[in-house]
């Protein structure tokens, strides 16, 4: 037998190595988000008109060359409003899921490894925080420190804890029942190296989860309570704030709440596409562990 000869039966015998593509709904919820992302920082090279240029013999304009998303009731420009808004909620969201995904995640990772009394009691705390309606909590926070950035993302923040915090938790208390976290034990190794170095590592599929879920979800709270007056000030081009401010002529002009809309909207499903693949690539990954580990 020669070597081609040997060489094509060892071909033969290997099965074909497939790379995996990124699912289309992940790249697409991710086209949706970076786009979105870049408008955010980039919007004042992008706005056609200033968007606090009011032009009152342009009020209530239609969509055209010059106005391509109309005007608003003070002649603002409907589409320079609604990039130059995408800058507080592309603040707001993301940094009040971060701040829930890092409590989060160190509360259900110390509680679920410890167990005990800490657990029932800080799981306790937990589910009376859950339970507590966030627009009260955002009516107590106004009304102590004021209508701020900083209000809203605290509220969405503290209103996100609980959830992450139990994902985690559940995730912790499978994972230290397993054989390596037995053996870390018998190495000595201190709580926190456990935690850390162990645990945190095998969990972190839950985490990302969590965190992809929830800015979606902070994306829309942060718009509802700029929508109520409990977000950003009076005036603001914020998508939920504009969309307060023109609800009134909906029927007469509806590209002035349509658009602010339309972007919330746009940027609510791209998150939860990209979570969702998130979600089925760590379920599959964990799928494969467990055959693995058999």
């Known amino acids: 037998m020669t070597v081609s000869e040997a060489a094509g039966r060892l071909r033969v015998g290997r099965a074909p190595v497939r790379r995996r593509r990124p699912p289309l709904p992940l790249l697409g919820g991710g086209a949706v988000v970076a786009l979105w992302v870049v408008v955010a920082l980039a919007w004042p090279r992008l706005v056609p008109y200033a968007p606090d240029a009011q032009l009152p013999q342009d009020r209530f304009l239609g969509p055209s060359g010059a106005h391509w998303l109309g005007t608003d009731q003070f002649g603002r420009d409907v589409l320079s409003r609604m990039l130059a808004g995408s800058r507080p909620v592309m603040e707001v969201a993301p940094a009040a899921t971060a701040l829930a995904v890092v409590v989060g995640t160190a509360v259900g990772l110390t509680v ?155 940027l609510v499903v791209g998150v939860a596409l990209v979570a969702d693949s998130v979600r089925s690539r760590s379920d599959i990954s964990g799928s494969g562990k467990e055959e693995s580990a058999v």
């Not at 167990?115 to 339970?131: F, N, P, S, T």
């Not at 009304?143 to 503290?158: E, M």
């Not at 709580?191 to 972190?204: A, D, K």
């Not at 998508?239 to 029927?251: H, K, P, T």
Request: net charge neutral.
């Open 112 to 266: 679920g490894a410890r167990g005990g009394w800490l657990d029932e009691v800080v799981m306790r705390l937990v589910d009376a925080i859950a339970v507590f309606p966030a627009i009260i909590a955002a009516v107590l926070f106004v009304a102590l420190l004021g209508h701020s950035v900083t209000v809203v993302l605290v509220v969405i923040a503290v209103t996100f804890v609980p959830l992450v915090a139990r994902s985690v938790r559940a995730a912790t208390l499978v994972e230290r029942e397993k054989p390596y976290v037995e053996a870390a034990r018998l190495r000595g190794e201190p709580g926190w190296s456990l935690l850390l170095r162990e645990i945190l590592p095998n969990v972190r599929g839950t985490v990302l989860v969590e965190a992809t879920s929830r800015l979606g979800d902070a994306v829309f709270a942060a718009a509802t309570l700029s929508f109520l007056g409990l977000g950003q000030p009076p005036g603001s081009p914020e998508w939920g704030s504009s969309i307060n401010d023109n609800r009134v002529w909906l029927e007469n002009a509806p590209w002035t709440v349509l658009s602010p809309a339309l972007a919330i909207a746009s």
